[in-house]
């Protein structure tokens, strides 16, 4: 079974623009989390997408948004980047029929000059 | 407001003995733990789970505890191997019967080296 994949893997932005990620679940995964970890503050929840609807979100500025495809793939989206912006993306895929596990993929690193 | 804490930021072990690894949390309605290991380049791999109707949970080398009373959990690896040495992070969820088990709160994770 494929495992969690995430697109590009890496990428240089400058101030100001924006920048959209891309992530595939595991097969038959229907909840798709994203995270966003940096050294400072470690790992930290983004938001999170289950047919479609946003349905938890994190402590993030509305710059950071996010949407899921039928298909139940999905993309976020950071606007106005700034320096802080910088870091590893990672995405997140499970059953959603509970507390389940998610399945992580190996991240999106975003430098932001 | 850092929630899930681990306030080992290191731990240097001997292969063979026994690694155990600390995690604490504030937030009462955590009601589900897991611990994930990292590799530099990928993503956090899932290891092992526990509920809060449970104190242990083992899975060959793995076990967790938890002690709810304490807010605290704990990962033993026996016996460790270099193989083994990554990053640890331990992470919770609040109400998982509900729908908000895709929403996990990390901890600051501990590098784990075991010594061959």
């Known amino acids: 079974k494929a495992g969690v994949t995430q697109t590009p893997r890496y990428l240089i932005k400058t101030r100001g623009q924006q920048v959209t990620l891309s992530c595939s679940p595991i097969s038959g995964h229907r909840s798709v989390s994203w995270y966003q970890q940096t050294p400072g503050q470690g790992l930290q929840f983004l938001f999170e997408?289950?047919?479609?609807?946003?349905?938890n979100k994190g402590n993030f500025p509305g710059r950071f948004s996010g949407r899921q495809f039928s298909n139940s793939r999905s993309e976020m989206n950071v606007s106005t980047l700034e320096l802080g912006d910088s870091a590893l993306y990672l995405c997140?895929?499970?059953?959603?029929?509970?507390?389940?596990?998610?399945?992580f993929g190996p991240g999106t690193r975003l430098l932001v000059l | 407001d850092q929630q899930v804490k681990q306030n080992s930021p290191s731990l240097s072990v001997q292969e063979g003995r026994i690694s155990i690894l600390n995690c604490d949390y504030t937030n009462s309605m955590f009601d589900y733990f897991l611990w994930y290991k990292k590799y530099p380049a990928e993503g956090p791999t899932f290891l092992i789970s526990i509920s809060s109707i449970k104190d242990k949970n083992e899975d060959g080398r793995f076990t967790v505890f938890l002690n709810k009373s304490a807010k605290h959990l704990s990962l033993h690896i026996v016996p460790s191997q270099p193989g083994d040495s990554a990053v640890y992070f331990c992470a919770a969820v609040a109400n998982a019967g509900g729908t908000s088990y895709g929403k996990l709160t990390f901890g600051q994770g501990t590098i784990l080296t075991v010594h061959p």
């Open positions: 997408y289950f047919s479609e609807t946003q349905r």
């Open positions: 997140a895929s499970s059953l959603a029929l509970g507390p389940e596990t998610q399945y």
